[in-house]
């Protein structure tokens, strides 16, 4: 599994449309709200690529905590 986060490019009015998208195609993601244009997502490997891709959202791969 693999775990990004996605942030809205759009106007923040659209944010929630825009993820309701990602929502219904992409129904294996877990998707978390962080504010009201950023979200943190779990996904396996191939999903994740397709919604790094996505046209008005930018990723970043989350910062993997190792334990002690």
């Known amino acids: 599994m ?3 986060t996605l942030t809205f490019n ?3 009015s659209q944010a929630r449309k825009a993820l309701g ?3 219904q195609r992409y129904r294996s993601a877990y998707f ?3 504010s ?3 979200y943190a997502v779990t996904a396996d490997e191939v ?3 397709e919604l790094a ?3 008005l959202w930018s990723s970043q791969l989350a ?3 190792t334990p002690r």
């Open 32 to 34: 978390v709200e962080r």
């Open 53 to 55: 891709r996505q046209p």
């Open 63 to 65: 910062q993997v905590q």
């Open 21 to 23: 998208g990602l929502l």
């Open 36 to 38: 009201s244009n950023e």
């Open 10 to 12: 759009g106007p923040s």
């Open 47 to 49: 999903t994740a690529a």
């Open 2 to 4: 693999t775990t990004l």
